[in-house]
């Protein structure tokens, strides 16, 4: 007996078959490249029916698929909401899926946030924790909030969405799009910022002065700060000030266990998680900072895939 994991990336769809104890039998990925709308549905098929031909070869039965996608999971519907998937503002995945699994085999769709807390309270940092919140940060920024061993979801299925946290003022029109802390602190964040501060510094001729603005990445910024470059360094701080408002906000209201910190940010940030708690302790709750630790996912780029697993093989719905 097995289940299925399947992981909706922004640029690659990861499909994968679990065993009971949340061992990754087979994996594959398969690049999106540009798919849009019904599309994507038909590749997620395609990656279905693949896990399945290999459960097969094998002598493996998967008796349920779990589904992770990088928005909001509408439980009663089945549908989802995935922005960076054009057409699938209301899109209907659980019934994609029903077309081509057998009719005795479960589907469940989550958030990617749910997913990765969920994965890493199976098999990683999180592991024995009722109270644990995984802050990923990549392209964008999103939290899996686990609270007394349930997952935080909200009245609409919506809970997490934390890239939209107001940490500034005043308002600004370029927060409309992501938020007040996803413009600031995300992996795209990284660069806008980088590229506000060599705009207003005319004084800095360092390397990020020789790339066009619009060509500068987080990986660029990570690169050049080893050198100490002014650029780096500054937008590094203001990031710093912007994550540990997050984990003092967080640990205020939640008191968690742990604050696991993954994503394609961290990765290379994690350096910088001292300092992140340093900045956290000037605005959080006393006594429940003293008590939190802060720690880097141990299941990296996976804690989502496996999270969609153990969906799966829990399922309750």
Same mark, same amino acid.
Not at 7 to 25: H, M, V, Y
Not at 218 to 233: H, P, R
């Given at each position: 007996?097995?289940?299925?994991? +399947?992981?909706?990336?922004?640029?690659?769809?990861?499909?994968?078959?679990?065993?009971?104890?949340?061992?990754?039998?087979?994996?594959?990925?398969?690049?999106?490249?540009?798919?849009?709308?019904?599309?994507?549905?038909?590749?997620?098929?395609?990656? $279905?029916?693949?896990?399945?031909?290999?459960?097969?070869?094998?002598?493996?039965?998967?008796?349920?698929?779990?589904?992770?996608?990088?928005?909001?999971?509408?439980?009663?519907?089945?549908? #989802? %909401?995935?922005?960076?998937?054009?057409?699938?503002?209301?899109?209907?995945?659980?019934?994609?899926?029903?077309?081509?699994?057998?009719?005795?085999?479960?589907?469940?769709?989550?958030?990617?946030?749910?997913?990765?807390?969920?994965?890493?309270? %199976?098999?990683?940092?999180?592991?024995?924790?009722?109270?644990?919140?995984?802050?990923?940060?990549?392209?964008? $920024?999103?939290?899996?909030?686990?609270?007394?061993?349930?997952?935080?979801?909200?009245?609409?299925? $919506?809970?997490?969405?934390?890239? %939209?946290?107001?940490?500034?003022?005043?308002?600004?029109?370029?927060?409309?799009?992501?938020?007040?802390?996803?413009?600031?602190?995300?992996?795209?964040?990284?660069?806008?910022?980088?590229?506000?501060?060599?705009?207003?510094?005319?004084?800095?001729?360092?390397?990020?002065?020789?790339?066009?603005?619009?060509?500068?990445?987080?990986?660029?910024?990570?690169?050049?700060?080893?050198?100490?470059?002014?650029?780096?360094?500054?937008?590094?701080?203001?990031? +710093?000030?912007? %994550?540990?408002?997050? #984990?003092?906000?967080?640990?205020?209201?939640?008191?968690?266990?742990?604050? $696991?910190?993954?994503?394609? #940010?961290?990765?290379?940030?994690?350096?910088?998680?001292?300092?992140?708690?340093?900045?956290?302790?000037?605005?959080?709750?006393?006594?429940? +900072?003293?008590?939190?630790?802060?720690?880097?996912?141990?299941?990296?780029?996976?804690?989502?895939?496996?999270?969609?697993?153990?969906?799966?093989?829990?399922?309750?719905?």
């Amino acid at each position: 007996m097995a289940v299925a994991g +399947i992981d909706i990336g922004g640029t690659k769809i990861s499909g994968a078959i679990f065993s009971e104890r949340g061992q990754i039998l087979f994996k594959q990925s398969y690049k999106l490249e540009n798919r849009t709308g019904d599309e994507v549905g038909v590749l997620i098929q395609q990656v $279905i029916g693949e896990l399945f031909k290999e459960a097969e070869k094998h002598l493996l039965m998967i008796k349920a698929v779990g589904i992770c996608v990088p928005g909001i999971s509408y439980h009663q519907t089945g549908c #989802v %909401w995935v922005p960076n998937i054009p057409g699938w503002e209301n899109y209907p995945i659980k019934k994609k899926i029903e077309e081509v699994v057998p009719v005795d085999c479960n589907i469940v769709v989550d958030s990617d946030r749910a997913c990765a807390i969920l994965g890493e309270s %199976w098999t990683g940092a999180a592991k024995g924790c009722n109270d644990a919140i995984f802050l990923a940060v990549g392209t964008g $920024i999103g939290a899996g909030i686990l609270v007394n061993g349930q997952i935080l979801r909200g009245a609409h299925d $919506i809970g997490g969405a934390i890239g %939209w946290w107001a940490l500034d003022r005043p308002f600004m029109e370029k927060y409309i799009p992501c938020g007040c802390f996803e413009y600031h602190a995300s992996g795209e964040g990284l660069a806008k910022v980088a590229r506000e501060l060599l705009k207003s510094n005319h004084e800095y001729n360092g390397v990020l002065r020789t790339k066009s603005p619009e060509e500068i990445t987080a990986y660029d910024l990570f690169e050049v700060f080893e050198t100490k470059d002014a650029i780096a360094v500054q937008t590094f701080e203001i990031a +710093i000030q912007f %994550w540990g408002m997050t #984990v003092a906000n967080l640990v205020s209201i939640f008191d968690p266990e742990k604050i $696991i910190f993954g994503g394609g #940010v961290f990765g290379p940030a994690v350096m910088f998680l001292d300092d992140i708690y340093l900045e956290a302790k000037k605005h959080a709750q006393p006594v429940s +900072i003293q008590k939190v630790t802060l720690e880097a996912s141990q299941l990296g780029g996976e804690a989502v895939l496996i999270g969609a697993g153990y969906i799966a093989l829990n399922l309750k719905s």
